[in-house]
């Protein structure tokens, strides 16, 4: 069994930045690759960025691309969301998540509230 826990969210302004953090405990053997996935109010989870653990290859959705940045601490066991230039559509409860094959998300963490306003 893996927990997994987020924090870093808050309240920030337009254009602002904020790290997320997600510390993984429990049985860590090496994952296939970790994730973050964000919530927003009324809509469907959805997938923001991904790596690799073995090969540090990182994935972006689209709307995210240039803006947020994810990396991971091998010795921690920490991954990280650097969100820069956040937008308010970037609102949401945002997940960690771990996938230890590749084919699923197995464990996720129980998120961490993200809100950009003026």
């Known amino acids: 069994q893996v927990q997994l826990v987020e924090y870093g969210g808050g309240l920030v302004q337009p254009g602002a930045a904020l790290r997320l953090s997600c510390a993984a405990a429990?049985?860590?053997?090496?994952?296939?690759?970790m994730g973050w996935f964000r919530q927003a109010p009324g809509k469907e989870r959805e997938f923001v960025a991904q790596?690799?653990?073995?090969?540090?290859?990182?994935y972006y959705a689209d709307s995210v691309k240039g803006r947020f940045t994810i990396s991971k601490d091998n010795v921690k066991n920490m991954v990280y969301l650097q969100m820069n230039s956040l937008k308010p559509e970037d609102t949401g409860v945002y997940y960690c998540?771990?996938?230890?094959?590749?084919?699923?998300?197995?464990?996720w963490g129980q998120g961490t509230q993200v809100t950009v306003s003026s």
């Open positions: 790596i690799i653990w073995s090969t540090d290859s990182t």
């Open positions: 429990g049985r860590t053997n090496r994952p296939y690759s």
């Open positions: 998540a771990a996938g230890v094959t590749g084919y699923e998300w197995n464990y």
